[in-house]
């Protein structure tokens, strides 16, 4: 019989140790993290898109960033993040030169 206790406590051992290899950052955006204010766990392939709860698709964010990037996989974040960039650059390419000074 499976001690649980002795599960849990290993799979808390693997996500601090996670946690430790990323250096306390968050696995997309590099910033500094912690479990007690702004850390989640998040699975990079989402559940709903056929990821599954194997560790090995588990890392540490932002939970803000979590929260951003919703059931999106990690490819789809990053298309969203370009996109987001890009038109942002547009507008203010188009506003510095529409408005000549």
Not at 64 to 84: M, P, Q
């Amino acid at each position: 019989m499976l001690n649980r206790h002795k599960i849990d406590n290993n799979l808390s051992d693997y996500f601090w140790q996670l946690l430790e290899k990323q250096e306390y950052k968050c696995f997309y955006t590099g910033i500094k993290i912690s479990p007690e204010e702004n850390a989640s766990i998040d699975h990079v392939t989402p559940t709903s898109k056929g990821g599954t709860n194997e560790l090995s698709n588990l890392v540490w964010c932002d939970r803000d960033v979590n929260t951003f990037k919703s059931n999106n996989t990690y490819n789809s974040l990053i298309k969203l993040a370009e996109d987001i960039i890009f038109n942002h650059n547009r507008r203010n390419f188009e506003k510095q030169t529409s408005n000549p000074k």
